[in-house]
Structures are given as structure tokens and as C-alpha cells.
């Protein structure tokens, strides 16, 4: 070998043993378990495989045999790998039936059910519910709320499963009251809440039509029954009334005269929670009272009665309303003293039964038409009655003259043989003015001043002023016999003498045929004397 340059050198070796490891087992697990920290010793290698890190996580690795490497290296650098081999259990599957767990109130609980499969089997079960803990397969839930069920096998493994138990409300159902139903109406659909549901009852069809003119009037149990989506059920029972017709009965307090107050009186033979009455009359009369006062006319009035809604037949009642009677009341005077005074009434009204009421001085009363037994001058009044209808009062005057004076004379006295001259006179004027004298042998006469008389002896005269008669006046005629006397006296004597003649004593007068008037005459002269 040319060039070849060969050195040498020696250098000791030292084969250091292998770091001596431990790793402890662990395991099973269940996949439900929390991470596992690994350790070895000694410690500080680095660990690999089926892990993270220095932890074991069975959840991440699942059920299954997994390795994990532990690898030491000491201070000499020699390396030691170990492994573990680390089992997880599979976990057991829980079901829940019936998932949604769902019941009505009415219901009170549903039963839920726990099913185990997988894992080891032998299972066993604990719930968690909102009402408490239990064990067992099976649940009465009662209220809303997740339920827990947990399951464990025979490994220990645990799974668990939720369902949410939810509790529905019934439904709130009701029925809209319609009231009493009038027996007239022909046709009613009753209506509830909410909508879709089905009545049922006696009178009514599943869709709530109800015919009251074809029901006998009573009370009748409707129920109405809803069912909602979650198949919870609501029913409501009330009672449906159907009423009769009522009947109205109106009156009124006629017959009346003009002027009355009217009263409409108002009945009905049906009774309610509420009863209203409507009147309605002449002139667009309308009233909601019961016993209305303030009418005004005669005529025929309606009244409808109404019972809880209800309405009777339109029933009537006429007002009978009597005009006034007009009274008219006379006297046939004036009158004179003594005379009878004749009251006289009339009405123009006409009826069955008609009265009079008469009033005067002195407290007179008289219910006849046609008195006749007043007896005082004044006022008298006159009420006259038709039917109980009464008239204003209508008023006489009746008057008293004053009786005419009368006066009578006579130019007397007189001679017999003489016209007797009698004389009625009055000072009481008056449109008709009669005289009657009466007198002696039944003498009578109706002039005023008559001369044919004959008697002597007392007259009397009355004289009549418009139907008076003057107090009586009396005049006495005197009627002297015709004296007698008798001449005395030379009834001759001779030329150139005298007689003296002597009618005598005792006369008043004397009235001599040559026109003297001396008792005595001196006759100087043959003459014929008387």
C-alpha cells in the first residue's frame, strides 16, 4: 500500500443498561369517564399514542382497546419505550319512550319508560325529575320539565337520556250566553270559544242551531265540548233558558173627561231579570214607563211588553176622553115678592146619565133640572154631570123688583046721583102698567081712572108693573044723600012789599034760583022760587 499512513488510537466504551420503566396499569373505563392522567416512573419521559399529552381521555377515545408509549431516556442517553394497553368499555344506549312526552292537565301524569341496550347489559336505572329522584324503568310525570333518566350496566357504565315532559292546560272553553230565548224565535245558533268544537244537548244540533218555536219553554243543560291540537280537551255545561212570550196587558183610567190625567197602566203575566215596558200613542205619543201619567190625548195606545229580551204580541187599549158638558143656566124673573122662581138648566151635551147640581143663597141646593123652590134673589150656579163629566158652572142672576107703589083716590065726596070719579095712579115705571080696582057689591074694574062706580064704600086698587102687584091702596067714596030743605017765608005779600024766605039752617051752601047764595032771600018781586 503506497502512501499509506496508518495511526492508531484506542478509546474505552461503556454500555450503560437501559433505563428500567414502570407504567401502572389503568383502566377499563367508560366512555362517560373523566380524563385519566397518565403516569410512569420514572417520570419525565414523553408519553404517545392514544393520548394527549400525559392524559388519557376515554370520551375522546371511545369504547376499544388503545395503547398508549411511555418513552424514557436517562442521563446516559439510553432510551426505554413501554406501552400500556388501556380498555373502554362501550356505554350502554337508553332510550325514552314516548319522546315528546306530552299529557293534558286533566290527565294528571303521563307514564315514560326507560329502554337499555348496548353495554354490558344488567341495567339499571335512576331518574331526575323535576318532582324528585326514582329509580326503575318506568315514571309517573306528573308536571312540565326535563326528565332524566340514567343507565348503568353491569360494567358501571352510565348513559343518560333526556325528554322533556310537557304538561298541556285544557283548554278554556266557554259558552257565549245568549240570554233567555224567546220562545218566537224560529231560529238560534249558539256560538262558544274557542271555535270548532261540538255542542250536544236536547235541543241543539252538534253545531250549536237551536229552533225555540219548536222547544217547550224551560231549561235546557248545553254542553259544548273543543279539542285542541295537543288533544287536550275543554267541555263547559250551561243552562239555555227559552221563556214563553210574554203577554201584555195594558189598561187605562177612562173613560175620562177633558182635562183628566190620564194614567196607562201596564201588566204582563211573565216575570224576568228584566222587564221593560214601551208605550205608544196618538201624535207620536211614546213612554218606557210601566204606568205612564203623562198622556194628553184620547185615541187607541199600544203597549209591548219585553222579559229578558223577549217581546210579547203588540196589545192595545183605548182612552176614552169626554168633551166638557156645557151648562146653561136661566130664571124665567125678575120676580116680584112672593112670586115662585123657576130655575131652568140645559146642557147640550148628550149621555146616559146626566145630572144637575144647582147652588144658590142661603145654602140651596137642588140636584133637579128645573127647581122651583128658591126663594132668596142672587147668584145661581149650575154644575151639569154627563157621564161624570161636569161642566164649569154656569150662573143665573135672579132679581127681585121692587114692588110698584099704587095709589087711589076719588073725587068725591058726592051727591047721590052723582058720577063717582075714582083715580089709580103709580110712581113705578115699567113697560106694561095694569090697574084692577075692586069695590063695593062686587064692583070690579081694570081702568085706571073708571067712572062707572055706583056705590058708595071703600075701593081698592092694584096696581100690576111688569108682572108686580103694588101693596093694596084703598079709597073711601062718600056719596050724601041730596038735602031737603024746606022755605019758609010769607009766601005772599003785597005790591011794594017784601018776603023773606029762610032755606034754613044747617046746609053748607045755598044756591037760590036768582043765583044768591045766603040762606035768606028777600023777594021784592012776584017770582017762582025753589
Same mark, same amino acid.
Given at each position: ?93 337508553v332510550m325514552i ?71 298541556? %292546560?285544557? =283548554?278554556?272553553? @266557554?259558552i257565549f250566553d ?6 218566537? *224565535? !224560529?231560529?238560534? /245558533?249558539? &256560538? ?87 208605550? %205608544?200613542? =196618538?201624535?207620536? @205619543? ?9 198622556? *194628553? !190625548?184620547?185615541? /187607541?195606545? &199600544? ?79 149650575l154644575i151639569v ?7 164649569? =158652572? ?16 076719588? /073725587? ?119
Open positions: 500500500m503506497e502512501d499509506t499512513c496508518v495511526g492508531t488510537d484506542e478509546m474505552e466504551l461503556t454500555v450503560n443498561p437501559l433505563p428500567a420503566v414502570n407504567i401502572p396499569q389503568i383502566g377499563p373505563f367508560c366512555p362517560s369517564d373523566p380524563p385519566q392522567t397518565l403516569t410512569a416512573m420514572p417520570g419525565g419521559g414523553t408519553w404517545s399514542g392514544d393520548n394527549t399529552g400525559n392524559t388519557f381521555n376515554p370520551m375522546i377515545n371511545g369504547p376499544g382497546i388503545h395503547t398508549v408509549i411511555y418513552t424514557y431516556s436517562d442521563f446516559n442517553g439510553c432510551t426505554t419505550v413501554e406501552s400500556m394497553d388501556i380498555e373502554v368499555h362501550d356505554s350502554p344506549d319512550d314516548p319522546d315528546p312526552a306530552e299529557f293534558c292537565d286533566s290527565e294528571g301524569a303521563i307514564l315514560i319508560t326507560a329502554t337499555g341496550s348496548g353495554g354490558a347489559g344488567g341495567y339499571t336505572y335512576n331518574w331526575n325529575t323535576p318532582t324528585g329522584m326514582d329509580d326503575g324503568n318506568t315514571y309517573n310525570a306528573t308536571i312540565s320539565g326535563p326528565h332524566t333518566v340514567t343507565v348503568t350496566d353491569a360494567n358501571g357504565c352510565r348513559n343518560t337520556s333526556v325528554v322533556i315532559v310537557t304538561a298541556y %292546560e285544557n =283548554p278554556d272553553v @266557554y245568549p240570554g233567555p230565548l224567546c220562545q218566537s *224565535t !224560529e231560529f238560534f /245558533t249558539l &256560538t262558544a270559544a274557542p271555535p270548532g268544537g261540538n255542542f250536544d244537548g236536547a235541543i241543539t244540533s252538534p253545531d250549536g242551531d237551536i229552533n225555540p218555536n219548536l222547544e217547550i219553554p224551560g231549561v235546557y243543560p248545553i254542553t259544548y265540548t273543543y279539542t285542541d291540537n295537543h288533544n287536550c280537551e275543554g267541555s263547559i255545561t250551561e243552562n239555555i233558558t227559552i221563556i214563553p212570550v210574554p203577554e201584555s196587558i195594558p189598561d187605562n183610567n177612562g173613560p175620562l173627561c177633558a182635562g183628566q190625567q190620564i194614567i196607562l197602566t201596564g201588566e204582563t203575566n211573565g216575570t224576568g231579570a228584566t222587564v221593560a215596558y214601551h208605550w %205608544e200613542g =196618538p201624535n207620536n @205619543y211614546s213612554s218606557d214607563l210601566q204606568n205612564p201619567t203623562n198622556a *194628553t !190625548e184620547g185615541g /187607541t195606545y &199600544t203597549l209591548q211588553v219585553t222579559i229578558d229580551g223577549c217581546p210579547s204580541e203588540i196589545a192595545v187599549t183605548t182612552v176614552t176622553v169626554h168633551d166638557l158638558p156645557e151648562a146653561f143656566a136661566s130664571n124665567n124673573g125678575p120676580y116680584c115678592t112672593g112670586q115662585t122662581i123657576q130655575l131652568l138648566g140645559t146642557t147640550n151635551a148628550t149621555g146616559t146619565n146626566i145630572t144637575y147640581a144647582w147652588s144658590g143663597p142661603g145654602g140651596f141646593t137642588s140636584d133637579i133640572q128645573n127647581p122651583t123652590n128658591a126663594t132668596l134673589p142672587g147668584t145661581y150656579s154631570s154627563v157621564d161624570a163629566c161636569s161642566s164649569e =158652572p154656569a150662573v143665573t142672576e135672579v132679581i127681585f123688583n121692587t114692588p110698584p107703589n099704587g095709589a087711589a083716590s076719588n /073725587t068725591g065726596p058726592y051727591c047721590a046721583g052723582e058720577t063717582i070719579q075714582l083715580n089709580g095712579n103709580t110712581s113705578t115705571a115699567g113697560t106694561v102698567i095694569s090697574y084692577s080696582w075692586n069695590g063695593p057689591n062686587g064692583y070690579t074694574s081694570s081702568a085706571q081712572n073708571p067712572t062707572d062706580a055706583t056705590t058708595a064704600g071703600l075701593y081698592t086698587l092694584v096696581v100690576t108693573v111688569d108682572g108686580c102687584n103694588s101693596p093694596a091702596s084703598n079709597t073711601a067714596v062718600i056719596v050724601n044723600s041730596l038735602p031737603l030743605p024746606i022755605i019758609a017765608g010769607q009766601p005772599s005779600f003785597c005790591t011794594g012789599f017784601s018776603s023773606l024766605l029762610d032755606a034754613g039752617a044747617g046746609y053748607t051752601s045755598y044756591a037760590w034760583s036768582d043765583a044768591s047764595m045766603n040762606q035768606t032771600l028777600e023777594v021784592f018781586l012776584r017770582v017762582h022760587t025753589t
